[in-house]
């Protein structure tokens, strides 16, 4: 039963809450004070307590010794370490919703709850965003992020593949083969395939890649690139046709769009991304560039009934919503790696609507105006340098600068703790990173409240009084 004492402290926790999105808008510090973080490690209970704390008391404990000691990533358009977005006002009220109805979106039963026709509008509103047509792409569904999507393409596309080779080696339609990779196994269905092993063919593959490789039991040694030189993006055809004709091996093609860690697009051309999208399935992160809560990804697939073949809930009578009704929409259960589902789809859902296109588009272009005024300071500066060294003038910049820009310092020596000074100001956050095995640094911008303006200027200010106090300390 709920006590006065419970909505009291739910109350608090809201107050805070509010507080704390006031705050990020008047230059809060990006980073928690190091005694804070001391403090709540030391407040940490290690040993369960036999009667408990009580709400109350537990409340003061959450609010007052850990709060404090976490960053600021979500709230701060200064943070700009990993891509990691922030929460836009509309998404952040659907989130309040997602946890008061905290509904388990796993079954289709539009009788009883709306949640999945929403899920599915919030997908279809998602493939409109992106100019995909909402037939084209069948299969579709919210993940947990890029990390289970890319699980879910490696998934679709090992059953793909082998179901392929088993039927032309029987010789028989796909509507007369039962035979598939998710009721026979991987070994089996490759035995019967009379396949010796699969490869994934790619030219830098995201860190997440590997990890859903081992994960569908493929193993992180099945990649072979094919790029054209070490660190490219772009396929050498000559190398993937030759590998794509190795007898008794199946082959799956995956495309990066950009690589990480520059955030270089692969592509030349709308035309080029238009082409791409008539090849691929697709996966990516909604709480990034979309500012939606943690934790959101989306997975998209051009063949009808791939997903289910591989992701089917099966033998639970009780999970058994039978066939989609007259709208279509597909059980997530059956459609997706997750039983057990939290309704991530209000807040991309309550975002979108309220933003629209235009809105979207806006966000974008300031992230890119911001990463493009930061990158001219920095290929300007007699003591920084701006990377990669291609680019050098202003109409390089603006081709191939978007949200992401890497610089360091041209003495060694500041470069060596250049992340640590410019972070120790908690007015900005980086994150370290390499280029050509040289230490730099790496900005990237994701947050929605980004103002190209301020927070450029923030950026200046920040490197001028590391650069100055710097020279300080060598005098």
Not at 464 to 474: D, F, I, M, P, S
Request: overall charge neutral.
């Amino acid at each position: 039963m709920q006590a006065p004492s419970d909505q009291t402290c739910l109350s608090q926790t809201q107050q805070h809450a509010l507080r704390l999105i006031s705050e990020s808008q008047e230059g809060q510090r990006v980073l928690p004070h190091a005694t804070g973080i001391r403090k709540a490690n030391r407040s940490l209970v290690s040993s369960l307590p036999s009667e408990g704390h009580g709400i109350k008391r537990t409340t003061e404990h959450v609010l007052e010794d850990l709060a404090p000691a976490l960053n600021h990533q979500a709230l701060s358009p200064s943070y700009y370490g990993f891509v990691t977005g922030g929460v836009t006002p509309a998404a952040r009220v659907a989130e309040e919703i997602v946890s008061a109805y905290d509904q388990n979106v796993v079954v289709h039963l539009p009788e009883t709850t709306i949640a999945t026709t929403v899920e599915d509008h919030a997908l279809t509103l998602l493939l409109q965003l992106f100019h995909f047509s909402v037939k084209a792409w069948p299969g579709r569904t919210f993940t947990t992020g890029a990390t289970s999507s890319n699980v879910m393409g490696l998934a679709c596309g090992r059953e793909h593949i082998i179901n392929a080779a088993i039927q032309k080696r029987r010789k028989h339609s796909a509507s007369q083969t039962t035979q598939t990779v998710g009721e026979l196994g991987l070994i089996a269905a490759c035995r019967e395939a009379n396949i010796a092993d699969i490869q994934i063919l790619t030219t830098l593959p995201h860190s997440s890649l590997k990890k859903a490789a081992s994960i569908v039991g493929l193993g992180r040694s099945c990649f072979h690139r094919v790029s054209r030189s070490k660190d490219g993006l772009e396929f050498d055809l000559d190398m993937l046709e030759e590998q794509l004709k190795r007898p008794h091996s199946a082959s799956i093609v995956v495309i990066s769009c950009a690589e990480v860690n520059t955030g270089f697009f692969a592509t030349h051309s709308y035309g080029d991304v238009d082409a791409l999208r008539a090849l691929c399935d697709n996966a990516g992160d909604a709480h990034k560039l979309l500012n939606v809560p943690y934790d959101c990804g989306f997975f998209f697939c051009r063949h009808a009934g791939l997903t289910q073949k591989v992701f089917q809930n099966v033998n639970a009578a009780y999970l058994n919503a039978g066939s989609p009704g007259l709208d279509l929409v597909e059980s997530p259960l059956n459609v997706g790696i997750e039983n057990s589902r939290r309704f991530r789809a209000l807040p991309v859902y309550a975002t979108l609507v309220s933003y629209g296109r235009r809105g979207y588009q806006n966000i974008l272009q300031r992230q890119i105006w911001f990463a493009r005024r930061v990158a001219w300071y920095f290929s300007q500066h007699e003591d920084f340098e701006l990377l990669p060294q291609t680019l050098s003038d202003r109409a390089s910049i603006d081709r191939m600068t978007y949200i992401i820009v890497l610089f360091r310092a041209k003495d060694e020596a500041l470069n060596h703790t250049l992340v640590k000074r410019i972070n120790d100001s908690s007015q900005i956050y980086v994150t370290g990173t390499s280029w050509n095995e040289v230490s730099a640094c790496r900005i990237a911008a994701a947050n929605w409240q980004v103002d190209p303006e301020r927070d450029s200027a923030n950026v200046e200010s920040v490197m001028e009084r590391v650069l100055q106090e710097w020279r300080h300390a060598n005098l």
